[in-house]
């Protein structure tokens, strides 16, 4: 039997999703604004036409969140970390990107 002994308690894989999910927010609502000052980002992102650039902002978001998650996943497995300064780091970039994909914000920036 395999029964584990060792019961310390690691928070680097929680820490490591909350991070990512955070990350791929912010570039979302980044790409958001950005694609209103940049028509060529803005036609980068129209991957569709029926959608138009938003498809290519969550597009990115997502892919990058794919990305980022295993990466900390993979160096903060069976780790303690500083969870308070993560957290906080992400509430930060989530209320940044969220905040980047108001109309009143990203129009401010239209050209």
Known sequence: MNARTDFTKTDGVAAAAVLASAIGV???????????ISDSLKTALEWSGAVGPLIG???????????IWPIFHALWRGKVVNFSAIYIVSVILIALGWFLTFPPVFEAFSG
Not at 57 to 67: P, R, Y
Request: hydrophobic residues 55%.
């Open 26 to 36: 912010f570039i979302t609502g980044s790409l958001t604004t950005l694609a209103e």
């Open 57 to 67: 902002k969550t597009g990115v978001g997502v892919i990058a969140w794919l990305i």
